[in-house]
């Protein structure tokens, strides 16, 4: 495919309204209404893969070409970031208030201490200068000042925790509590008891 249609094809992905397969595609699993407690209540295999999607999420609150300046981390192959995932329920989120972006960042940063915490041997995490870089730079974002809005949801309607009597009556943390709990059966916890609502 040439360049001119991989571009075509680009534009018309972006512009498709999502589905349930790509709402879990990433995530923000909000067990807590505390950033830091929600991301110590992550299990091992979501420490390491939500800094990334909170990266890429964070990325779509600037525009590309604030993205594309000297004082904002590369990617890991020393790109700009770009946009990825723009109309994803979480993604929207991220910046649809200061306070939802604050709350990412410090989630995302906390789980980058608790995987130095559960894995001291390993290094820093890539994707954490990155994520410091979007909250000094706030004020450069898209997010409208405001408080926290609800969590977005971003659970498929095929999942177990759905068929739950009254699923959708919960809030949004019990909803993603019950995500967990009902549908990631590969969930261990390095140095860390499972969450007590387990």
Same mark, same amino acid.
Request: glycine fraction near 4%; hydrophobic fraction near 25%.
């Given at each position: 495919m040439n360049q001119l249609?991989?571009?075509?094809q680009k534009t018309i992905a972006l512009t498709l309204p999502p589905t349930w397969s790509n709402l879990t595609s990433m995530n923000i699993f909000a067990t807590d209404k505390n950033p830091v407690i929600a991301a110590?209540?992550?299990?091992?295999?979501?420490?390491?893969?939500?800094?990334?999607?909170?990266?890429?999420?964070l990325a779509n609150a600037f525009t590309l070409e604030r993205l594309a300046e000297? $004082?904002?981390?590369? /990617?890991?192959?020393?790109?700009?970031?770009?946009?990825?995932?723009? =109309?994803?329920p979480c993604t929207?989120?991220?910046?649809?208030?200061?306070?939802?972006?604050?709350?990412l960042c410090a989630h995302a940063l906390e789980m980058g201490s608790e995987r130095r915490y559960r894995w001291s041997d390993r290094p820093r995490h890539f994707s954490l200068?990155?994520?410091a870089w979007c909250y000094e730079n706030i004020k450069d974002s898209m997010a409208k000042i405001g408080e926290r809005t609800d969590f977005a949801i971003a659970?498929?309607?095929?999942?177990?925790?759905?068929?739950?009597?009254?699923? $959708?009556?919960?809030? /949004?943390?019990?909803k993603?509590?019950?995500?967990?709990?009902?549908? =990631?059966p590969f969930v261990k916890w390095t140095k860390r008891r499972q969450?007590?609502?387990?």
């Open positions: 249609g991989m571009q075509q110590r209540n992550l299990c091992d295999k979501h420490i390491n893969k939500m800094i990334v999607e909170s990266a890429q999420m000297d $004082d904002c981390p590369r /990617s890991q192959k020393g790109q700009p970031r770009t946009h990825g995932y723009p =109309k994803h929207l989120w991220s910046y649809e208030t200061t306070d939802n972006f604050e709350w200068n990155f994520i659970i498929s309607d095929t999942m177990n925790c759905r068929k739950i009597e009254g699923f $959708d009556n919960l809030s /949004s943390v019990e993603y509590r019950l995500y967990y709990k009902h549908d =990631k969450p007590v609502w387990f």
